[in-house]
């Protein structure tokens, strides 16, 4: 028995999975800023103008979402967010929640954009620290875009003035304790250290000094304690430059066994990629490239920890990316060979004592997972003849998965996503159908913030996005369950699609056979329900009752194993 997470993409495990995400208000946000603060999301809200951002907040009711604080109110947006960046792969801007404050970055049309503090309260949003005085305030030149980290209760980011330029400073949440850590390229240029991460009691980041190029750096928080790590490739450039001399490449930290491992490029940002994956456990000697011949995956979530063995995706000479793992040395990595023509594409997490990742096999793509065997790896649930089919913003809570499924209906033009909750087991899997995701879950209470699309609104208006709420299902943790595989799709059909006042709902796979059919409304009311007969194996008509007035509906069919369902839109002349 293959052990395998087994997803119904159709299924909704039980009705209340309807109602249990709610529209809060329309709103058009920027995802990435989106924090839990004193209570509250915190957001930036795009006004009237495309990407111009204010400071919004929700306490999960529409009430109580609403303008936080007007921070210039001669200007349309005071906030420094992704959209008002170059987000390329040296370009990840996110505010950060420290102490129960955000900071962020904004202009309030005096200072210049500098930095700023917020309890998600009026009041209390006020600007934390002027690095330049006047009105230019901080340095974007150059991509200089500011990055947060903490560490041993400190708040550590790139940030500059033009004394200095762009360097690593420190924040204990007090005017008085915000300081420059080193001056680590001397004069007015900048270090510009970015991606920092902590490993092993320091803070590790990619930076240049002027002499070395764009190499790793670590630091304890003082000057004397922050140095090279190694100088991998002599010169000017450096491991992580990405060519232009003024940002580095997305190492991909990643912490795993004892080591710290990231991406290197090799050519210096020179010519084609040359990237590999390194490891270094602080020391030069610790510091080396653990495979030569392999193309890395260059995106989000390309890699991950498991019981202390790193595991990544990487192209070799063939088509497509494998499954590898490493113990931290050359001898050490190896690929996980994977049956059907299994590939690896992002994204990547684990949890418990599997890797799920986002798979292609020879049959369908989809959802696959991995015990770091051959045995142990397979696709987890895959859909047939339908390429892509995406995996999207993973998450790990209170031993649970969520993320956002993403594939192309019918060989459609139009992608459709959906929200998954799963701890692994069949009974243990909800797909919540009232909602596409363009965002994180963010924990507020008992519940999860998010930003999306509305399934049922999306025919309507494909522009329309809301702030959701949703109060998730209780699942125990149970990844890891062994369940066998199931390759073929069970769907229901309904036509004719629009309806008037019959429908019939065709199955492929399911056996109708005294299952239940229910009709629910937009907002998961059951309006309607229906005793299919014995006879009816893959077919039955229905008669719509003339009380169901025009509009979207959710047919949903379900039995003591499972529940299928179909979007039915009523039109009456």
Same mark, same amino acid.
């Given at each position: 028995?293959?052990?395998?997470?087994y997803?119904?993409?159709?299924?909704?495990?039980?009705?209340?999975?309807?109602?249990?995400?709610?529209?809060?208000?329309?709103?058009?946000?920027?995802?990435?800023?989106?924090?839990?603060?004193?209570?509250?999301?915190?957001?930036?809200?795009?006004?009237?103008?495309?990407?111009?951002?204010?400071?919004?907040a929700?306490?999960?009711?529409?009430? /109580?979402?609403?303008?936080?604080?007007?921070?210039?109110?001669?200007?349309?947006?005071?906030?420094?967010?992704w959209?008002?960046?170059?987000?390329?792969?040296?370009?990840?801007?996110?505010?950060?929640?420290?102490?129960?404050?955000?900071?962020?970055?904004?202009?309030?049309?005096?200072?210049?954009?500098?930095?700023?503090?917020?309890?998600?309260?009026?009041?209390?949003?006020?600007?934390?620290?002027?690095?330049?005085?006047?009105?230019?305030?901080?340095?974007?030149t150059?991509?200089?875009?500011?990055?947060?980290?903490e560490m041993n209760?400190?708040?550590?980011?790139n940030?500059?003035?033009?004394?200095n330029?762009?360097?690593?400073?420190l924040?204990?949440?007090?005017?008085?304790?915000?300081?420059?850590?080193?001056?680590?390229?001397?004069?007015?240029?900048?270090?510009?250290?970015?991606?920092?991460?902590?490993?092993?009691?320091?803070?590790?980041?990619a930076?240049?000094?002027?002499?070395h190029?764009?190499?790793?750096?670590?630091? =304890?928080?003082?000057?004397?304690?922050t140095?090279?790590?190694?100088?991998?490739?002599?010169?000017?450039?450096?491991?992580?430059?990405?060519g232009?001399?003024?940002?580095?490449?997305?190492?991909?930290?990643?912490?795993?066994?004892?080591?710290?491992?990231?991406?290197?490029?090799?050519?210096g940002?020179?010519?084609?990629?040359?990237?590999?994956?390194?490891?270094?456990?602080?020391? =030069?000697?610790?510091?080396?490239?653990?495979e030569?011949t392999?193309?890395p995956?260059d995106?989000?979530?390309?890699?991950?920890?498991?019981?202390?063995?790193?595991?990544?995706?990487?192209?070799?000479?063939?088509?497509?990316?494998?499954?590898?793992?490493?113990?931290?040395?050359?001898?050490?990595?190896?690929?996980?060979?994977?049956?059907?023509?299994?590939?690896?594409?992002?994204?990547? $997490?684990?949890?418990?004592n599997?890797?799920?990742?986002?798979?292609?096999?020879?049959d369908?793509?989809?959802?696959?997972?991995?015990?770091?065997?051959?045995? /142990?790896?397979?696709?987890?649930?895959?859909?047939?003849?339908?390429?892509?089919?995406?995996?999207?913003?993973?998450q790990?809570?209170?031993?649970?998965?969520?993320?956002?499924?993403?594939?192309?209906?019918?060989?459609?033009?139009?992608?459709i996503?959906?929200?998954v909750?799963t701890?692994?087991?069949?009974?243990?899997?909800?797909?919540?159908?009232?909602?596409?995701?363009?965002?994180?879950?963010?924990?507020?209470?008992?519940?999860?913030?998010?930003?999306?699309? =509305?399934?049922?609104?999306?025919?309507?208006?494909?522009?329309?996005?809301?702030?959701?709420?949703?109060?998730?299902?209780?699942?125990?943790?149970?990844?890891?369950?062994g369940?066998?595989?199931?390759?073929? @799709?069970?769907?229901?059909?309904?036509?004719?699609?629009?309806?008037?006042?019959?429908i019939?709902?065709?199955?492929?796979?399911?056996?109708?056979?005294?299952?239940? $059919?229910?009709?629910?409304?937009?907002?998961?009311?059951?309006?309607?329900?229906?005793?299919?007969?014995?006879?009816?194996?893959?077919?039955?008509?229905?008669?719509?009752?003339?009380?169901?007035?025009?509009?979207?509906?959710?047919?949903?069919?379900?039995?003591?194993?499972q529940?299928l369902?179909?979007?039915?839109? @009523?039109?009456?002349?």
């Amino acid at each position: 028995m293959k052990r395998i997470l087994y997803i119904f993409l159709f299924c909704i495990s039980t009705s209340p999975a309807f109602s249990q995400v709610t529209i809060i208000c329309p709103d058009v946000v920027d995802a990435v800023s989106m924090k839990a603060v004193n209570g509250k999301v915190i957001y930036g809200h795009e006004g009237a103008l495309q990407w111009e951002y204010e400071l919004w907040a929700t306490d999960g009711t529409a009430a /109580g979402t609403g303008l936080v604080k007007d921070i210039n109110p001669n200007y349309a947006g005071d906030l420094f967010c992704w959209a008002t960046s170059s987000r390329t792969d040296g370009l990840q801007y996110e505010n950060y929640v420290f102490k129960d404050r955000l900071y962020f970055f904004a202009d309030d049309g005096v200072h210049g954009k500098e930095l700023w503090k917020s309890d998600a309260t009026n009041a209390g949003t006020n600007m934390f620290y002027e690095f330049n005085s006047g009105m230019m305030g901080w340095d974007f030149t150059n991509n200089k875009v500011p990055t947060f980290c903490e560490m041993n209760n400190l708040l550590y980011m790139n940030a500059g003035n033009l004394a200095n330029g762009n360097e690593l400073w420190l924040t204990d949440g007090s005017t008085a304790g915000t300081s420059q850590v080193i001056d680590l390229y001397p004069g007015t240029e900048s270090s510009n250290p970015s991606f920092l991460t902590v490993y092993n009691g320091k803070l590790y980041f990619a930076a240049t000094d002027g002499t070395h190029g764009w190499e790793l750096f670590c630091s =304890d928080g003082t000057a004397g304690g922050t140095q090279l790590v190694k100088d991998m490739i002599p010169g000017a450039r450096g491991i992580f430059d990405d060519g232009t001399g003024f940002t580095c490449i997305n190492p991909h930290f990643t912490n795993s066994g004892g080591y710290l491992y990231f991406h290197g490029d090799d050519a210096g940002g020179i010519g084609p990629a040359q990237k590999h994956w390194w490891r270094t456990d602080g020391t =030069d000697a610790g510091t080396f490239r653990i495979e030569t011949t392999l193309y890395p995956w260059d995106e989000d979530n390309v890699a991950t920890d498991m019981n202390g063995v790193f595991y990544f995706a990487s192209y070799d000479a063939g088509f497509g990316a494998e499954l590898w793992k490493s113990d931290g040395s050359v001898a050490g990595t190896t690929q996980i060979i994977m049956n059907n023509g299994l590939t690896v594409r992002p994204a990547m $997490m684990s949890l418990g004592n599997y890797v799920y990742f986002n798979g292609a096999d020879n049959d369908s793509t989809g959802l696959a997972i991995s015990d770091g065997t051959t045995a /142990g790896s397979s696709m987890a649930w895959g859909m047939q003849d339908v390429a892509p089919f995406f995996v999207n913003r993973p998450q790990i809570i209170n031993d649970n998965m969520f993320f956002a499924m993403s594939w192309y209906p019918d060989g459609g033009m139009d992608m459709i996503n959906r929200l998954v909750q799963t701890n692994g087991t069949r009974s243990g899997t909800i797909i919540y159908p009232l909602a596409q995701p363009r965002s994180k879950l963010i924990p507020l209470g008992n519940d999860f913030i998010f930003f999306g699309a =509305d399934t049922i609104e999306v025919f309507q208006d494909p522009y329309a996005t809301f702030l959701f709420k949703l109060h998730p299902d209780s699942l125990p943790g149970g990844i890891g369950v062994g369940i066998n595989e199931t390759k073929n @799709i069970k769907t229901i059909s309904c036509y004719p699609n629009p309806a008037s006042d019959r429908i019939t709902i065709s199955s492929n796979g399911f056996d109708l056979r005294g299952s239940t $059919m229910n009709i629910y409304d937009v907002t998961g009311k059951n309006i309607y329900s229906k005793k299919i007969g014995v006879d009816n194996y893959s077919n039955v008509d229905i008669e719509i009752p003339a009380s169901i007035s025009n509009g979207i509906y959710v047919v949903e069919v379900s039995n003591s194993n499972q529940c299928l369902n179909d979007r039915l839109v @009523i039109q009456r002349n």
